[in-house]
């Protein structure tokens, strides 16, 4: 919002005078409004802490982040690119490999990866559409914007997307009217439309989401998302196959499903394919899935793009792929499983966020500079037993967006979560995207799990906001 | 076509509902006369309401008669224990609880603001002081659950398409009414309750004492006070009403509609309505009477059975497309 002496951006202008314009008890009033929103409408997500679950309202910020159109452009560019290099690797890996025997991508970083899929080995995929839906994190560094990760397995936040939305625009209506915002609630319709698009069988398919059930952690989004599409909202026990077709339980009888937007982990999907204990999952779904009688978005095995050891590769892969320079760039790197890696870690582990390659929601990771040296002892010894399951980035300097906390406006550090769609012909990304604050103040940690919160993210046109 | 397991949360959604209604009905009408009635009576009326909501008393378990222990139990850790305690699992606060949960897994179907209220009354419910709200009135509490619960049913009922997702929803409610509606009426005709002070609440409770003094007279006869809580068309809590509306719900829902050959729930709702047409009118014993309920109250449970069946949990290879 501000320039590194304090003034405001141009793009926040109008929305920094009305904060500074507001008394301490309107800006309370505005908060308030929106929290007992989020509140009422019960948009909540479940955090599993020491055996229990509990179920909590995500904190929502009701200032909202700006960045402007050419901005959002270079992102959008950048993530269209970075989405179709990322298909063809998939496609690559589990059919010719010529990425791994080019020496692109070491194979024993794919083949190694507990999400590699050896069963999606030659299976046709509608179109190519490996991940249907990817949320990317963003961060803007005093280098520009920058990838931190890519989410391909399946990305969640886009229902706290939209509820911010709704959310502000009802509090702050005339502010958001003036400044001409770029709508992302059309999401739910082009999710439905994307996925439709992938099946070749008939001109009306049924879409159902599949869910673990209403104790996973973003069962609301879940529910939300079925609800905006006009699918089915699905758990394991109400699909069954038979004679390779995929049916839902309904009660008349037993209807065939066309795509499943599944919200369930690959290992879950499928007790006779995957993990034979999985009460989650379809027995025989991945038969039906590769007898192409049902779409599975995203397709099984995606996980493997995703994985953090292989973040580093994805600039050498769109180069390799596209034969083009990657538009967003990455955090720098270092693999632990390399002995360079390994080392440099270990010496400055003080200085560097160390993440397990396959962990996600903030969990499992070391941020060095606000560590103890207890923690950084610790930490050394699980690196050391397991060098290969973790990797290393700088700590960056994450931007920060004004946020009301503790009844004043203060600086905290935010991420970007944009969500990608990519259907048969085309790639659609929403323009906005999940804004994630780390509440805490010089937390760098955003995850909602973890403290962190959400805001609404503007995106606007200079030119015709200054009309 | 709905999921069969969206169909079953709704049709528990519905019992939830009632349930909770149900119990704070009973407890708005008894907790309203606290103030002017002698306390053997009220020990006696919470022994009825309590067989009525077939719930053992909450008392020390040195205490073995029934009656006595509800001489000795105060009002407040009765009602306490009917609206707000967590080991009772059918407390209101548990029944909204279950409720919430199903409509949690119901969103996609149910309209925004049926579950904000839905929401916001679990938090009020949750979150209110039952100590206060005794103390401004001991009645305060379960007439705002009524008033809640009715704001919802008109949502319910202004927002929602009349498809099997509201039929379901509608249906749980019903089924649940018939059940607590019969429970109510055998522990109103036993020999014990022939006052008719006992039959004029009983009739208020079930809002049905205008309709009753307009039927037959301000005199109230147990006799008559129960048929007319047995077989009356028009009376929302008779059981009459309630079974015709549940054939007419199963009607809907069944895929061939109306037509024969009528599914198993379907034809054991049209054999329950007839039974309270011409059974129940053929005889006007009170003894009778008793038998019937008894009888009536093991249908009503295999209704249910039926439905679940049915619907919900029926052999897959029954559900196979032809």
């Not at chain 1, 904060?19 to 008890?25: F, K, Q, V």
């Not at chain 1, 939300?224 to 995929?246: I, T």
């Not at chain 1, 008349?252 to 999985?278: E, H, M, N, Q």
């Not at chain 2, 037509?259 to 709702?269: C, G, I, Q, T």
């Given at each position: ?419 990608v769609l990519q259907g048969r012909k085309d790639t659609w990304i929403a323009p906005g995207g999940l804004c994630r604050v780390a509440l805490r103040r010089g937390s760098l940690v955003v995850n909602s799990s973890q403290g962190g919160g959400c805001k609404d993210l503007w995106i606007i046109n200079e030119e015709e906001r200054n009309t | 076509m709905m999921l069969a397991r969206a169909a079953a949360d709704f049709y528990w959604m519905g019992r939830y509902f009632e349930r909770a209604e149900h119990t704070a009905r009973l407890l708005d009408y008894h907790l309203a006369r606290l103030v002017d009635t002698p306390v053997d009576v009220l020990a006696h009326g919470w022994q009825v309401l309590y067989a009525a909501l077939g719930q053992p008393p909450p008392v020390s378990p040195t205490v073995t008669d029934d009656a ?255």
């Amino acid at each position: 919002m501000f320039r590194s002496d304090g003034t405001l951006r141009m793009a926040t202008e109008r929305l920094g005078t009305a904060l500074n314009n507001a008394t301490p008890e309107q800006l309370m009033q505005l908060q308030d409004g929106v929290r007992r929103q989020f509140l009422h409408e019960g948009i909540t997500f479940t955090v599993i802490g020491t055996g229990e679950a509990t179920e909590q309202i995500i904190p929502i910020d009701c200032v909202p982040r700006i960045l402007t159109a050419s901005e959002w452009d270079h992102i959008d560019r950048g993530l269209r690119q970075r989405l179709h290099a990322l298909n063809l690797f998939l496609k690559d890996i589990y059919h010719e490999g010529w990425s791994l025997r080019d020496g692109i991508v070491p194979h024993e970083l794919v083949l190694g990866c507990p999400q590699y899929r050896m069963e999606m080995l030659g299976t046709k995929v509608p179109h190519d559409a490996y991940v249907s839906v990817c949320g990317t994190d963003i961060v803007r560094t005093l280098d520009g914007f920058a990838v931190l990760e890519d989410n391909l397995r399946v990305p969640s936040g886009v229902s706290y997307m939209l509820a911010c939305r709704a959310a502000i625009k009802q509090a702050m209506p005339r502010l958001y009217r003036a400044h001409n915002v770029r709508e992302v609630l059309p999401y739910p319709e082009r999710l439905y439309s994307q996925l439709a698009s992938l099946v070749t069988w008939t001109q009306m398919p049924r879409v159902a989401v599949l869910t673990p059930g209403r104790y996973n952690s973003a069962y609301y989004e879940h529910a939300f998302l079925a609800g905006e599409m006009g699918a089915e909202l699905v758990e394991g026990r109400d699909l069954v196959v038979h004679d390779g077709l995929v049916f839902m339980r309904t009660v008349a009888g037993l209807k065939r499903i066309d795509v499943i937007y599944r919200r369930v982990d690959d290992d879950f999907l499928d007790p006779v394919t995957f993990r034979s204990d999985s009460l989650l999952g379809v027995p025989g779904l991945f038969h039906a899935y590769r007898a192409g009688n049902v779409v599975i978005a995203n397709a099984p095995g995606t996980g493997v793009a995703d994985d953090k050891a292989l973040y580093a590769y994805v600039p050498d892969l769109i180069r390799y792929f596209l034969s083009e320079d990657p538009i967003l760039a990455n955090v720098e790197t270092y693999l632990c499983r390399t002995t360079e890696g390994l080392n440099y870690t270990l010496e400055n582990l003080d200085k560097l966020v160390v993440k397990e390659v396959g962990g996600s929601g903030g969990y499992g990771m070391l941020v060095g500079p606000h560590a103890s040296a207890k923690e950084i002892r610790d930490f050394a010894e699980r690196l050391r037993s397991d060098p290969a399951n973790f990797i290393s980035q700088p700590t960056l300097a994450l931007s920060r967006a004004a946020c009301f906390t503790d009844g004043k406006l203060e600086p905290r550090h935010v991420d970007v979560r944009p969500f990608v769609l990519q259907g048969r012909k085309d790639t659609w990304i929403a323009p906005g995207g999940l804004c994630r604050v780390a509440l805490r103040r010089g937390s760098l940690v955003v995850n909602s799990s973890q403290g962190g919160g959400c805001k609404d993210l503007w995106i606007i046109n200079e030119e015709e906001r200054n009309t | 076509m709905m999921l069969a397991r969206a169909a079953a949360d709704f049709y528990w959604m519905g019992r939830y509902f009632e349930r909770a209604e149900h119990t704070a009905r009973l407890l708005d009408y008894h907790l309203a006369r606290l103030v002017d009635t002698p306390v053997d009576v009220l020990a006696h009326g919470w022994q009825v309401l309590y067989a009525a909501l077939g719930q053992p008393p909450p008392v020390s378990p040195t205490v073995t008669d029934d009656a006595e222990a509800f001489l000795v139990a105060d009002a407040f850790a009765l009602a306490a224990h009917l609206i707000e305690d967590p080991a009772n699992p059918d407390a209101i606060i548990q029944s909204w609880t279950n409720a919430r949960d199903n409509a949690k897994q119901l969103r996609p179907w149910l309209p925004v603001r049926a579950w904000t209220c839905l929401n916001d009354g679990f938090f009020w419910l949750r979150d209110c002081d039952f100590a206060e709200y005794w103390a401004r009135g001991p009645n305060r509490l379960p007439a705002g659950v009524i008033d809640r619960l009715r704001l919802l049913s008109g949502i319910i009922e202004a927002r929602m398409s009349r498809d099997d997702a509201w039929r379901f929803l509608v249906l749980g409610r019903f089924v649940e009414r018939l059940q607590h509606q019969t429970a109510l009426l055998q522990a109103w005709s036993r020999p014990s309750n022939g006052d008719s002070q006992m039959w004029t609440g009983l009739l208020e409770v079930c809002a049905a004492y205008e309709a009753y003094c307009r039927t037959h007279s301000m005199v109230i006869r147990p006799a008559h006070a129960l048929a007319f809580l047995l077989s009356n068309p028009e009376i929302p809590c008779s059981l009459n009403f309630a079974i015709r509306r549940v054939q007419s719900l199963l009607s809907g829902i069944d895929p061939a509609g109306g037509r024969y050959p009528l599914r198993a729930p379907h034809r054991h709702a049209l054999r329950l309505a007839a039974a309270i047409e011409t059974d129940l009118q053929a005889s006007a014993e009170h003894v009778d009477t008793r038998d019937f309920l008894a009888g009536f109250a093991e249908e009503c449970r295999m209704l249910h059975n039926l439905i679940i069946s049915e619907y919900v949990d029926y052999p897959l290879e029954r559900g196979l497309p032809s």
